[in-house]
């Protein structure tokens, strides 16, 4: 009988400066404190990033409000996103999302690519299934869409892969972040044999 792995414990630390207020996740309790460490400097890290990313440092008059979310918390994967919203005036401010999916085994981010059979053509396949998507709910879209990235925005939230873009990048602001949510088992067989998306689809 498989033994189902425990979601990872996880608090909320808050950044707090003029103009700035930060609340990003860490994870506590793992009995292997160097992967729990490394977890959380990546975590920190891309926090930095973001505020970087908005602006923050080179003018700290910028409103920066940030958040995050968890979609996935089990079978030793944590998948989770980062958000982060910056207002300097004008009709609206600017959200960016960090998708990041930890293999909470050997405490590494996984990366896009990762996911998948090295001798496939996931780029492709997966790009045509957006490319349906787009047309099915006749998403107005910025410039044509061809291909997704090498490194494509994504999470993982239960037994799908979530692909989504920034603002903008497809398609206009109004549109928020497109979000295309792809089941597992469509995509099964382009799906790496160690790939943490193979321990999403095991039954226990």
Known sequence: MNIIPLPVQINTLSI?????????PVITGLSNKEIENKVNNEIIK?????IFQQGYIQEPKIDIKGSYEIKTNERNILSLTLLSYSYSGGVHGFTIIKGLTF??????????????????PYKEEVSEIIKKEILERKMPI?????EILPEQDYYIADKSLVIFFQLYQLSPYAQGFPAFPI?????KDLIGDKSILK????FY
């Open 46 to 50: 891309n926090v930095n990033n973001l």
């Open 183 to 187: 089941s597992l088992y469509r995509i």
């Open 199 to 202: 321990r999403m689809m095991t």
């Open 103 to 120: 293999d909470i085994i050997t405490g590494e981010v996984i990366s896009f690519s990762q996911l998948f059979k090295k001798n496939r």
């Open 142 to 146: 910025l410039g044509g869409f061809n």
């Open 16 to 24: 707090k400066r003029p103009n700035l207020e930060i609340d990003y």
